[in-house]
């Protein structure tokens, strides 16, 4: 039971939420906190794929914001906390990459194994290698077994529960944890009561059981996932198999079972257990499918192969993990570091031997054949879910037509030169189009400091505007809030070529992603031209032997299509615009545009009325995050903007914005422009 508060009133929220501590090393482990902090979550980004919101946290400060209060914690609660920091110092303490993948597997805790890491796992397939699940309970009960299994069955079924709820104290109640453990509970009670365990009926019976003790478990992703992909092998796994053995002897698929056996005179054999592991591992992606193709937006069709490769190996590192965190441990001990150091050493050699597969995922190059971004709503999910049903049916007539009916877009392709203004929040993303089968221009690609911005948000947008390759990526500035989702895209999509100013390539962000796109990049500065599909390309500031960065070295690129203009600001500021303006003055560079994206998310100290006169839009856009603590956009530029007669328009009110470039019917050469921006509380 919990009350928040925050600003004197109560706030609505989940009955779950995450504590963000500011600094390193973990809350104390008392009975009660009283905790003082800013509650809050990443909101939907509106674009035509509505994304889903962010955990619910509660960001601390500082730990002395946290006062214990009630009565101190239990002598054994003590004991918990000491065990698992003996366990983990030592961890702590090591360098390479096995300590880090040991920390993971073992503890659970995935926070410093790298970044490229996670997403070549998650490109893979295999992000689940890291939760502690039934992988973690087989293995430890596996174990438990091998060593005593020579005890009584009462006494040995009491060790392994014993050791089990141990392992549960020092990795939390984590959903996966839960539901394999309760399982594995399940097993020992009908074994003690002299029953044959069914896996099924202990699946139904841990769901019920967790969800009596904790409703708020169910609307847990991971909880989510961990019961579809259990029951998809113990349910769809079986019939897999029995599709192949058909095939093998050369039946159709739609025979009975019972008149399949009969025709076949093939022996009814033990199938290979490559077969069974990979209708294992094909049986679970189709049962989450549903769920990851909406919340996550990525499809890995060779998962099945990879986790057949990776699953053993994660169970042989993590045998060796456990191994050398118990000799790291006794190592750290003065008496017997002198036995068991020299054997944590070697150990520890060898998981560093092991994690090198995991750190070579992140070296694969991105493609559809690896991982493809997909945009689905609750409509194509329930159809997903129709489509496994049939699957699992054997019809394979029906699965091939719902796939074709699945696959086909009746509606005919727009032509016409598009901008569309995503909703990226406090960043910024602008994509610029050619007709939908045209070249495709981002400029910038929003980005958090912390957290993967393309996988949260940028993926599923572009997925929904049926993109998935970028001709030309246009960087303003190195900002995170503009580059690090353009940085994380690398990792997804292909970017044919980059232009930025050579002085942000030199490091940062900028530096990171010219090293991604080895060979791709270009450093440009004014004077710049290139034509891109039905986009007109220059650009119009910085010089490109500017040496020194910041907002008045941002990019500012004029685009033409079809007798319009956009006018790309980035975030310059007044600085920036002064310089901007003497030189189109003394070159005589025209800067008028029918559209102006607002500098810097429409900060004060950006868009002057210097500025406005010489552009004359007709039409600005802004993008800026909802209830942002910059109080952007400025009013003092918005009400600058509409004495001018300027239509604002603004990611924060209005989620996406798109702009079509027409001409009217009477051939006259001013363009129409097209604007469709989704009201508030509207996925598009």
Request: with cysteine.
């Given at each position: 039971?919990?009350?928040i ?5 109560r706030?609505a929220?989940?009955?779950r ?5 500011g600094?390193?090393?973990?809350p ?8 003082r902090?800013y509650f809050?979550r ?35 609660l ?6 698992r920091?003996w366990l983990l110092r030592p ?6 990459p096995?300590?880090?993948?040991a920390?993971?597997?073992?503890f659970?805790?995935a926070?410093r194994v ?17 939760a ?10 596996a ?6 299994g020579?005890l009584s069955?009462?006494l ?6 014993s ?7 020092l990795?939390g ?8 453990a ?6 020992f009670?009908?074994?003690a009561?002299?029953?044959?365990p069914?896996?099924?009926n ?6 019920i ?5 904790d409703?708020?478990a169910g ?5 989510q ?5 259990t029951?998809?092998?113990l ?5 897999l198999l029995d599709?192949w ?5 050369g039946a159709?698929?739609?025979?009975p079972a019972t ?7 093939a022996?009814?054999?033990?199938p290979?257990p ?8 094909f049986?679970?992606q189709?049962?989450t499918?549903?769920i990851t ?7 890995t ?5 990879f986790n057949l490769?990776?699953v053993?190996l994660?169970a042989?590192v993590?045998?060796?993990s456990?191994?050398w965190?118990g000799?790291a441990a006794v190592?750290?001990t003065p008496?017997l570091?002198a036995?068991a150091?020299?054997?944590?050493r070697a150990?520890?050699t060898i998981?560093d ?9 992140a070296?694969?190059?991105p493609?559809s ?6 945009s689905?709503d609750?409509?194509?999910?329930l159809?997903?879910a129709?489509?496994l049903?049939?699957?699992?049916s054997?019809l ?6 719902l ?8 509606a005919a ?6 901008l569309?203004?995503l ?16 070249p495709?221009i981002?400029?910038d690609?929003?980005?958090f ?7 949260a948000v ?6 929904a505007e049926?993109?998935?390759r970028?001709?030309l990526?246009?960087?303003s500035?190195?900002d995170s809030d503009h580059?690090r ?8 999509l292909?970017?044919?070529?980059l232009?930025?100013?050579p002085?942000?390539l ?7 992603l010219?090293g991604?796109?080895?060979g ?7 004077g710049?031209?290139?034509r891109?599909?039905?986009w007109?390309l220059e ?12 907002n ?5 690129v004029?685009?033409?299509?079809g007798?319009s203009?956009?006018l790309?600001t ?11 303006l ?5 070159d005589?560079?025209?800067?008028r ?9 429409g900060s004060?100290?950006s868009?002057?009325a210097?500025l406005?006169a010489a ?7 802004v ?8 109080g ?9 903007m509409?004495?001018?007669g ?10 996406r914005?798109?702009v079509?470039?027409?001409?009217d019917g009477?051939?006259t050469?001013r363009?129409?422009?097209?604007v469709?921006a989704?009201?508030r509380?509207r996925?598009?």
């Amino acid at each position: 039971m919990h009350v928040i508060e925050q600003s004197g009133r109560r706030v609505a929220g989940p009955g779950r939420v995450w504590l963000r501590l500011g600094g390193e090393g973990a809350p104390p482990p008392e009975a009660r906190l009283s905790v003082r902090g800013y509650f809050s979550r990443r909101p939907a980004y509106r674009n035509l794929h509505l994304s889903r919101p962010g955990e619910w946290g509660l960001n601390v400060k500082s730990r002395a914001l946290m006062v214990p209060v009630g009565a101190a914690p239990g002598r054994g609660l003590r004991l918990l906390a000491g065990l698992r920091q003996w366990l983990l110092r030592p961890v702590d303490e090591a360098e390479g990459p096995g300590a880090l993948l040991a920390r993971a597997l073992v503890f659970g805790d995935a926070r410093r194994v790298p970044p490229e890491w996670r997403t070549g796992l998650r490109r893979a397939g295999l992000s689940h290698l890291l939760a502690v699940s039934g992988l973690h309970v087989g293995l430890l009960l596996a174990g438990f077994w091998w060593i005593f299994g020579a005890l009584s069955g009462r006494l040995a079924w009491a060790g392994a529960v014993s050791i089990l709820l141990l392992y549960g104290c020092l990795v939390g109640a984590r959903p996966s944890f839960l539901r394999a453990a309760v399982m594995a509970l399940l097993v020992f009670l009908s074994m003690a009561l002299e029953r044959p365990p069914q896996a099924l009926n202990s699946l139904c019976a841990a769901l019920i059981l967790i969800l009596a003790f904790d409703p708020d478990a169910g609307a847990d992703l991971g909880f989510q996932l961990s019961f579809l992909a259990t029951a998809g092998i113990l349910v769809l796994a079986p019939r897999l198999l029995d599709q192949w053995r058909r095939a093998s002897v050369g039946a159709p698929a739609f025979w009975p079972a019972t008149a399949w056996s009969e025709a076949s005179k093939a022996p009814a054999g033990p199938p290979h257990p490559v077969k069974v592991a990979l209708a294992a591992t094909f049986a679970a992606q189709l049962a989450t499918l549903p769920i990851t193709a909406v919340e996550m937006g990525l499809l890995t069709p060779l998962s099945p192969l990879f986790n057949l490769a990776f699953v053993p190996l994660t169970a042989l590192v993590l045998g060796f993990s456990v191994v050398w965190v118990g000799l790291a441990a006794v190592a750290s001990t003065p008496v017997l570091s002198a036995a068991a150091g020299p054997c944590a050493r070697a150990v520890q050699t060898i998981l560093d031997l092991l994690s090198l597969p995991f750190a070579s995922l992140a070296h694969l190059p991105p493609g559809s054949w690896l991982a493809q971004p997909v945009s689905v709503d609750g409509t194509a999910a329930l159809a997903l879910a129709i489509w496994l049903g049939v699957l699992a049916s054997g019809l394979r007539r029906a699965v091939w037509g719902l796939a074709l009916v699945l696959a086909c877009n009746p509606a005919a392709p727009e032509d016409e030169p598009v901008l569309a203004m995503l909703d990226t929040g406090q960043g910024e993303a602008v994509l610029l189009r050619s007709g939908e089968r045209g070249p495709v221009i981002l400029v910038d690609g929003g980005g958090f400091r912390r957290g993967n911005f393309a996988e949260a948000v940028l993926l599923q947008a572009l997925a929904a505007e049926g993109i998935h390759r970028i001709d030309l990526a246009i960087l303003s500035h190195g900002d995170s809030d503009h580059c690090r989702g353009l940085l994380e895209l690398t990792w997804y999509l292909r970017i044919e070529r980059l232009w930025a100013v050579p002085v942000e390539l030199r490091d940062g962000c900028g530096g990171a992603l010219a090293g991604r796109l080895r060979g791709r990049v270009r450093g440009v500065g004014r004077g710049h031209a290139d034509r891109v599909g039905a986009w007109s390309l220059e650009v119009l500031h910085p010089a490109p032997d500017r040496p020194d960065g910041g907002n008045s070295a941002s990019m500012v690129v004029r685009a033409c299509a079809g007798g319009s203009c956009v006018l790309l600001t980035g975030d310059l500021d007044l600085m920036g615009e002064r310089e901007l303006l003497a030189r189109a003055r003394r070159d005589g560079i025209p800067l008028r545009s029918d559209v102006l994206k607002v500098a810097h998310h429409g900060s004060r100290t950006s868009t002057g009325a210097g500025l406005l006169a010489a552009v004359e839009p007709r039409l600005g856009l802004v993008s800026a995050g909802r209830r942002n603590p910059y109080g952007h956009p400025s009013p003092e530029v918005v009400a600058r903007m509409e004495r001018r007669g300027v239509r604002v328009l603004r990611t924060d009110l209005h989620g996406r914005i798109e702009v079509r470039f027409r001409r009217d019917g009477s051939g006259t050469p001013r363009p129409v422009l097209r604007v469709a921006a989704w009201p508030r509380g509207r996925p598009g």
